[in-house]
T-cell receptor, first 110, second 112 residues
Framework: GEDVEQSLFLSVREGDSSVINCTYTDSSSTYLYWYKQEPGAGLQLLTY?????DMKQDQRLTVLLNKKDKHLSLRIADTQTGDSAIYFC??????????FGAGTTVTVRA | NAGVMQNPRHLVRRRGQEARLRCSPMKGHSHVYWYRQLPEEGLKFMVYLQKENIIDESGMPKERFSAEFPKEGPSILRIQQVVRGDSAAYFCASSPGPGGYTFGSGTRLTVV
């Protein structure tokens, strides 16, 4: 698979914005994804962005894609305690496979 | 429409035993993928199957691991003679075509 890098931890105060960053290597990736994993649970697809887009907004979530730098970010506005989870960035490769980062653990403090 | 169903949720096996993990895809989905998540790592691709066919097993360890998706019934990931290093979360995903996954909740295998 390809290499996807993420920072491991993020602590944010409730009500603030969270920004999770990711870098990837495969410039031919068609889609880039953000998944959320709560303790003991599976992966929930949060959002995705097509590689020819720069930005996608979906309610409290904003995805920014910088193809030149192969940098992807996820911004969560008005972060809530229910947003505490591990967030995975993933890119497609070989048409149907996903390469995941190690995940960013987001902790929301009151 | 139920999501991707995996069972068991948790599985404990002694070293040397066999582990069988089951995955029922979403209704209408004929493509199944298995991924493994080692502790504190992201998911790694293992195998891609369609009904009665293994399309891509490039991520499967060469020994002890096998997968099938029969014409009837769930997809099975089988691990023979388990070792401690097999302890991980195993996730199944399904799709109506290549890509576009929906993941199950995973099976957490612990080898003691």
């Amino acid at each position: 698979g390809e290499d996807v890098e993420q920072s491991l931890f993020l602590s944010v105060r409730e009500g603030d914005s969270s920004v999770i960053n990711c870098t990837y290597t495969d410039s031919s990736s068609t889609y880039l994804y953000w998944y959320k994993q709560e303790p003991g649970a599976g992966l929930q697809l949060l959002t995705y962005i097509f590689s020819n887009m720069d930005m996608k907004q979906d309610q409290r979530l904003t995805v920014l894609l910088n193809k030149k730098d192969k940098h992807l970010s996820l911004r969560i506005a008005d972060t809530q305690t229910g947003d505490s989870a591990i967030y995975f960035c993933a890119e497609t490769y070989d048409d149907y496979k996903l390469s995941f980062g190690a995940g960013t653990t987001v902790t929301v403090r009151a | 429409n139920a999501g991707v169903m995996q069972n068991p949720r948790h599985l404990v096996r002694r070293r040397g035993q066999e582990a069988r993990l089951r995955c029922s895809p979403m209704k209408g989905h004929s493509h199944v993928y298995w991924y493994r998540q080692l502790p504190e790592e992201g998911l790694k691709f293992m195998v891609y199957l369609q009904k009665e066919n293994i399309i891509d097993e490039s991520g499967m360890p060469k020994e002890r691991f096998s997968a099938e998706f029969p014409k009837e019934g769930p997809s099975i990931l089988r691990i023979q003679q388990v070792v401690r290093g097999d302890s991980a979360a195993y996730f199944c995903a399904s799709s109506p075509g290549p890509g576009g996954y929906t993941f199950g909740s995973g099976t957490r295998l612990t080898v003691v």
